[in-house]
Every structure is written in C-alpha cells, then in structure tokens.
RNA sequence: GGCGACGUGGCCGAAUGGUUUAGGCAAGGGCCUGCAAAGCCCUCUAUUUGGGUUCGAUUCCCAACGUCGCCUCCA
C-alpha cells in the first residue's frame, strides 16, 4: 500500500482508491506557448516514476494529463509575432512531447485539451450561475469564493488571513469583484483575440476550469489523486476544488504536491524571475537519463538545484551502472532476490522514498559486482534481476552499449590477440585507437569488452 | 503582516529518541591488471547556534540566526 503526503491534510496517509485495482491520477498539464522548463521536467519525471511504480505493484493507472491550449499567454505571443495561435499551440504541444520521450515519461492515457471541452465548460459556468456561486459582471464570469465554505483549504490559510497579507499587490479585476479572490471563469473577448460563444457573450474559459470539467469527465466523481507542482497548489488546484465543491461534487480525494526546481542560488526557478533553465538544452547537453536519476536521489518533496556539479554526478554513477549492465549481461536469466525487492517496496510505500531506493540499488550492484569477481553466478543473476526489476519500475534504462559495428568487434578481437602474443605496443594503440572514437573499452580474463560510452 | 518548509561531511542527498548517522560524486590507500579501464576492499570529513524534555537527541519542544516558498503569471 502507497502512503503518500496528501496536502490537504499536511500528512501521509495511504492512498486510496476508489475503485480497487485501478488508479485514477490527474496532472496539472503545461500550458503550450513556449519551450518546456526544468520545471515541467521535473513535474513529469516525478509522476512518471509514480506511474510506473503503481503499475509496477499490479494496479491499472489511468492517467490524464491536459493541454491548457487557450490562455492569455498564448494570445499575447500570438499577436506579438503576427501568427495564429493554433500555430504556437500546435508547435509547442509537438515540443513538449519529443521532450518527454527523450527524457523517458510514457505518454499519459488521456491528454484532454481544453479548447475541446469549452462546451463542457460553459454549460459547467451556467450551473455555477444557477446555485448562485458565480455571477456576471461586465469583463466576465466570476466565482464566488465566498459560496465555498471550505476555501482555502489547499492554501492552508482562511479567506481573512490571505488578505491581511500580501502586501500591496493589485487585485486583478478588483473593480468587478465582489471579493477580491472571486477569480474567473469566463473571460469576455477583446477584439482580435480566439472566442466561443456563451449565454452571457463571446469569450473564452479562465485557466481554472478546464482542470474540473476534464477530470470529472473523464476520471469521474471522487477520483483518487490530483498532482501537479507545487505552485499549482494555490491558486490553481485551490480554484479547481472550490468550482467542484460548489457543483456540489466530490472532487480528488488525495492531493499530491512536488517540490520546485531552484537555480545555483537556492531560489526556484520562475518565469517571472527570468532564471529558468530550457529542459530542450539540458536534454540537447546531456544524457537524458541523468536528470531522473538527480531526482530519484532527492526526494519529490524536497527543492532540487539542478548544476553541472549535480548533474555530472549522476552521469557518473549512470556509467558505473551502465558498466555494470555490459559486465553482467551474460547473467541476465535469474530472478529477482524477495528480500531486495521487499526492500524496494517499503522505500517507495513510505512516501516514495526513492533516494532510499536507489542506495539500495547501489548496494545490490556493489553486491553483485563482487559476486562477479568471485564466480559466484547465481548470486550475480539473482541480484542483476533485483537490480533491472527495479530500475524497471523507476523508469531508468540501463545500456549495456554492445550494440557496436562488426568491424569494432574485430578490433576488440584483434586487441585480444595481440595481448595473448604479449605485443602490447599493438593492443595499446588499438585501445587508443577504440578510444579515441569515444567507446569504453574493458579488458579482462574474459576477453575485451567495447560498448558505447 | 499571515501561513508553511528547511538548515546533515569537500559537493549532492536520505534516514533516525540510543550498538558503527544511507547512498551518489569527489579525494587518499590497497587488491586485481603487461599498463590501464571496470570492479572489489579500506580510509577520510557532518547533523546552524543557544536553551529545555529525556538515562540518552541530529531526531521532540522553545528561542535565535540563516535560507526558501505561498498569500490570485508559474511544473
């Protein structure tokens, strides 16, 4: 059983499911006008490691995750280049989702777009009206917070309390409000910007509704886990639960929160600090694999500073792991050792405790490392298939790299035999040589080994 | 101002009311190797500060200092 911290109680408790067998998840999305950020990557990568986890423990994970197709910031880049917007939606969604495969994340089960449930959103915005919780005003459709008795529940904080704060901020639409964090829900249109009509004018949905009306179609009343980052928990999902609460529909039962990416300074990266980091450049730099194994080794919680320091860390430790996978890839017929994997289990059931997860991968590899060294096959086929069950369901591929060109395999051949003639000024140069074109080459008792590096 | 999180060794980063406080990276020594690489073994350095509770705290409580986040752009 997952126990998982659950922000609206500030605990962790085990996460439980609706229907029994089956988990229903809904992400928090990207909005599609610019290039994916660490941040994004970071979102994904951790619920892309949830994902296969609960697969991995047998459970069917339905998993729907919008594209907010339709905002402000894509009709103002839209008319700052002169283009249509279906064009930078389009383009970026293709972006986005190449991003993704490079870094691993398994496309999710549903991907709703929010331009294709305006509709759904509409007629979800006249039943707001019908019970009073939401009213017109001359730039919109507002909700009303104060129909929601619960508010503030995500943002652990009461109505009262978050004014008295926040220093002196403008209240965006404060002229039309009738409290200032009333927040909309339709926006009426200005002239040369996308609109669909509704009852009250031609406009276009606020951000938080899409999330309402396509988790409720499409995972349903109750639904198990809501998730997202952790700057979504207010106002997004805030104004997400209190429209469903004031439909007078039970809305996610758990809600899951991951930290922030934070840049060399200890401070979160953010669009409006200028300092994010463009993941398509990390992906373009570096292997892609050592992003998730920087965040399983820090838990989901917890901020993550992404340097070259940390990251060639994990570029390391992925090539002792790597190695590992060509040195015992002759072994690769056991079964998984029960007690590790029952390790695995409890680290990941606390919470997803996956830097503890991972130091025991690196144990079980040291382990059989060293049953490599002394012959010992069993025990190295038994913990190799500890090793890649887990790293499995963690959604980190190990490359042997032996997947290299004949005329290489030669080499490596040639390289053997002028050892065994002792002609080691000819094995030197043909190791330099290997080498030089960038493979690893390993010799040993059993021969030379070259694989990719 | 309100609410919340956090301060662990050279760096990153877990965990925990108590024999030796994970793991990764880096560093040093050894084994192995023709020499390397890979691997194995060993070593090194830590719980911000000050009080309190306790037989005992890094862990619980209080305070200070520091860092960060949210309080209607944001994964």
């Known amino acids: 059983m997952l126990n998982l911290y659950d922000t609206a109680t500030q605990s962790v408790k085990p996460l439980a499911l609706r229907d029994p067998g089956k988990v229903s998840i ?23 490691i949830l994902r296969r986890y609960l697969t991995y423990t047998g459970l069917e994970v339905r998993l729907a995750s919008n594209i907010t197709d339709i905002d402000d910031k894509i009709i103002n880049r839209a008319n700052d280049e002169g283009r249509p917007w279906q064009d930078i939606t389009t383009k970026c969604e293709n972006v986005w989702f190449e991003a993704m495969g490079k870094l691993g994340v398994q496309r999710p089960t ?11 959103m509409v007629n979800m915005i006249h039943t707001l009206i019908e019970r009073d919780a939401a009213y017109v005003t001359d730039d919109g459709v507002y909700l009303s917070v104060t129909a929601v008795p619960d508010y503030g529940l995500l943002a652990h904080q009461s109505l009262d309390d978050m004014l008295s704060g926040g220093g002196d901020r403008e209240v965006f639409g404060a002229g039309n409000k009738k409290h200032p964090a009333d927040f909309a829900l339709w926006k009426f249109t200005k002239p040369g910007e996308p609109s669909w009509s509704s009852p009250w ?31 979504l928990r207010f106002p997004h999902h805030e104004n997400e639960r209190a429209q469903s609460v004031a439909l007078g529909k039970t809305f996610a039962n758990h809600w899951m929160h991951n930290g922030f990416v934070v840049d060399p300074e200890g401070e979160k990266m953010s669009k409006s600090l200028g300092n ?15 992003y998730r194994m920087l965040l399983l080794q820090t838990h989901y919680r917890s901020p993550v500073r992404v340097g070259q320091d940390n990251i060639d860390a994990c570029v390391s430790a992925l090539a002792g792991l790597d190695s590992f996978a060509a040195r015992t890839s002759a072994h690769a017929d056991g079964e998984a050792n029960s007690e590790v994997i029952a390790k695995f289990r409890a680290a990941m059931n ?11 991968v690196f ?85 030379t080994r070259i694989r990719r590096g």
């Open 110 to 120: 549903d991907v709703p777009h929010a331009t294709e449930y305006v509709e759904q």
């Open 276 to 290: 994010v980091m463009n993941l398509l450049d990390l992906l373009e730099k570096y292997d892609a694999r050592a």
């Open 26 to 48: 809904y992400l928090c999305g990207p909005t599609v006008y610019g290039p994916p950020h660490l941040g994004h990557g970071r979102a994904t990568l951790v619920y892309d």
């Open 350 to 360: 606390n919470d997803l405790d996956t830097a503890t997860a991972m130091a025991l």
């Open 201 to 231: 004018g031609d406009g276009r949905p606020g951000w938080h509704s899409e999330c309402v009306v396509m988790s409720l179609e499409l995972l349903g009343e109750g639904f198990d886990l809501h998730c997202g980052g952790a700057d």
């Open 363 to 447: 144990d079980t590899v040291r382990a059989a490392n060293a049953a490599m060294d002394a012959g010992d096959v069993a025990t190295v086929s038994t913990l190799r298939a500890s090793v890649f069950e887990i790293l499995n369901a963690l959604g980190l591929a190990l490359s042997a790299g032996d997947d290299v060109d004949a005329d290489i395999v030669a080499k490596g051949v040639a390289l053997d035999a002028a050892r065994a003639a002792k002609d080691f000024a000819t094995a030197d140069a043909i190791r330099n040589e290997l080498q030089s074109q960038g493979y690893v080459v390993e010799t040993s008792k059993e021969g």
